[in-house]
Structure formats: structure tokens, C-alpha cells
């Protein structure tokens, strides 16, 4: 499957699955503490570091409704899910 066959929401799971399993921590959803903590490890080759201030491309993103919905989406199904889990062992 393609980038362009995927859906906004697919993507933004798969870049979150492969900063979690490249960085061996998770800081969810925040653009910002990933940025952080790119910067200081350089996981991956990040090279958004050498400037001050944040990313445009990482701007852009906080700043589009879009985007900010799909996060929210994932978050509230996310949330569902670990609660339906924790309540449910046998749905694991």
C-alpha cells in the first residue's frame, strides 16, 4: 500500500509506531517533545536541529484543524480501547 492509498489517520499511527520502536520512548502524540527529543539523540539521522525555534513543517501541523482532529481521534480510540482492555483481559 502506497502513502497516497493511506489514510491521514494511517499515516500518523505508522510515523508514531516507528518513532516509538527508532527512540524507545513514547511522548504520544507531541510534535514538540519529539522534536526535543530528536533533536538530542539524532535517532534516525534527525537533522531539524540546528535551527532555533520549530519546525515550519512541525508548525504547520499543530496549526491545521485536520490534523489536530485526526490526533484527537486516535487518542479518543486509543483511550477506548485501553479501557475496554483493562476491564476485558480476554480482549488482549
Avoid: F
Avoid at 527508532?22 to 539523540?41: F, K, N, P, Q, V
Avoid at 539521522?45 to 491545521?64: H, M, Q, S, V
Amino acid at each position: 500500500m502506497g502513502l497516497r492509498d493511506r489514510t491521514k489517520e494511517q499515516l500518523i499511527r505508522e510515523g508514531h509506531r516507528m518513532l516509538v520502536q527508532m527512540c524507545r520512548s513514547d511522548h504520544g502524540y507531541d510534535l514538540i517533545a519529539w522534536h526535543h527529543e530528536l533533536c538530542e539523540t539524532k535517532a534516525g539521522g534527525y537533522r531539524w536541529g540546528k535551527r532555533k525555534g520549530t519546525p515550519k513543517n512541525i508548525e504547520n501541523a499543530l496549526a491545521d484543524p485536520a490534523w489536530r482532529a485526526d490526533v484527537e481521534k486516535i487518542q479518543h480510540v486509543d483511550a477506548e480501547r485501553s479501557a475496554h482492555n483493562s476491564t476485558n483481559p480476554e480482549a488482549k
